[in-house]
């Protein structure tokens, strides 16, 4: 079945950086577009980056642009996001997604914290 597990989050000081990971199974990774949304407390979700499946074709939302970056290892099965500068208002739960045969799949999240 398919299998999304997110990891990297933690806390982490306003100006400083996190490198979230995402590894998959149960599907053919390197054929389909990955994505990354975050849900803040309180807050709908959002919608973060998204990587093609080639992984040079990439998107960003306004508040993502400039700060992160989403890359992938077609052969480590493993989607990422590289965030830089990272403000309080980051703070949130992180989830990588894949669309596969019109259903949206999840993995359970990984915890950002921006605090001084």
């Known amino acids: 079945q398919v299998q999304l597990v997110e990891s990297g989050g933690g806390l982490a000081q306003p100006g400083g950086s996190l490198r979230l990971s995402c590894v998959a199974s149960?599907?053919?990774?390197?054929?389909?577009?990955m994505s990354w949304a975050r849900q803040a407390p309180g807050k709908a979700l959002e919608w973060v980056s998204t990587i093609l499946s080639e992984g040079i074709h990439k998107s960003y939302a306004d508040s993502a642009r400039g700060r992160f970056s989403i890359s992938r290892d077609n052969a480590k099965n493993t989607l990422y996001l590289q965030m830089n500068s990272l403000k309080p208002e980051d703070t949130a739960t992180y989830y990588c997604n894949a669309v596969l045969g019109g259903f949206t799949y999840w993995g359970q999240g990984t915890q950002v914290t921006v605090s001084p």
């Open positions: 149960g599907f053919t990774f390197d054929v389909y577009a």
